[in-house]
């Protein structure tokens, strides 16, 4: 699933589409019952399959329908002259419209530099310093972007290529990153690069490593920007295996759990983490860290209840 904002000028109306494959009408329902008290907020669905069945576009058995999400997009909405994408792994903690409306000054794409690909290069790892400069043709392996939060310019996309070139360009071999390769190919050296606030990478953590000591090796003003942006993310992408609906005190996931708690998916949320927990996953200070969700878990398993003793056995926080 991904997520396509068309702002309007000057009155703020936010037309929230979202592009997916699975997604079932009773959910649909749900999602869009959520902004039902805002009147400039309106949701819609496209079901991006159905342009592959209908043959508008090439495929093969090689790439999935959702890899092509962000590579259609000129198609799927040819009435839009320029939008904002989103993946889905996001928190958005600031107002998207001041997002939307930095000026790209005559490029196709504004995105943030990857940071984690910029200290894999200094890392000398995975040879991303090669791969980017004799594959993707790009002039530095710094100027690799992330995809996940993009402003596009779909007039200045659609000359420079058509959704069915950068789809063969993405079938012709098999690209580490696959439609994120292909947008970096095509709009190498028409990049306005945004600030990272605006796509926070979250660092996951394992015994005896994170992606930290990845970041921390990038070049050093990039490093010290994203840094500052760690201390009040404007947007911040769950990027990784590591998610908060998984695991529940994930770097950031305090922000994830303070609006999802607003979400008519709370009780399925947080039943799926007390459902892991039951499993015996090491969840063990989530609740304790996480306010909101320590909050939810006494109202959804009430004291002296069946289920809390059941927890209990495997969550210590729920003891005190």
Not at 5 to 21: A, E, P, S
């Amino acid at each position: 699933m991904s997520i396509v904002l068309g702002i309007l000028w000057l009155t703020q109306q936010y037309d929230i589409i979202v592009l997916f494959n699975d997604i079932s009408e009773k959910n649909q329902n749900r999602i869009k019952w959520g902004a039902r008290k805002h009147s400039n907020i309106s949701i819609r669905f496209i079901r991006v399959c159905e342009y592959f069945d209908n043959e508008k576009l090439f495929v093969d058995q090689h790439l999935s329908v959702e890899t092509y999400y962000r590579l259609i997009i000129p198609e799927i909405m040819p009435a839009y002259h320029r939008i904002l994408y989103l993946d889905c792994d996001m928190v958005t903690d600031h107002d998207v419209a001041e997002l939307y409306d930095i000026e790209l000054n005559g490029c196709i794409i504004g995105a943030a530099k990857d940071i984690d690909v910029a200290g894999q290069v200094n890392l000398k790892q995975n040879n991303w310093d090669r791969y980017a400069v004799e594959e993707l043709k790009l002039a530095s392996p710094y100027d690799y972007f992330q995809a996940g939060v993009l402003i596009l310019n779909l007039e200045l996309l659609r000359r420079t290529a058509s959704s069915e070139e950068m789809i063969r360009l993405a079938l012709s071999r098999s690209w580490r990153c696959h439609d994120q390769d292909v947008l970096n190919m095509v709009c190498k050296g028409r990049v306005h690069y945004i600030p990272q606030k605006w796509n926070t990478l979250m660092s996951w953590q394992e015994p005896g490593r994170s992606r930290m000591d990845i970041l921390k090796m990038a070049p050093r003003k990039l490093y010290e920007e994203y840094i500052e942006a760690r201390r009040q993310p404007y947007m911040i992408h769950f990027a990784g295996y590591q998610k908060p609906w998984d695991v529940a005190d994930c770097d950031f996931a305090e922000y994830f759990w303070e609006y999802a708690k607003n979400s008519s998916y709370f009780a399925t949320l947080l039943s799926k983490c007390t459902t892991t927990l039951s499993e015996g996953a090491v969840l063990r200070s989530s609740l304790k860290n996480i306010p909101v969700l320590r909050k939810a878990a006494n109202r959804l398993l009430p004291y002296g209840s069946r289920r809390r003793e059941l927890i209990k056995k495997f969550d210590y926080n729920l003891n005190k």
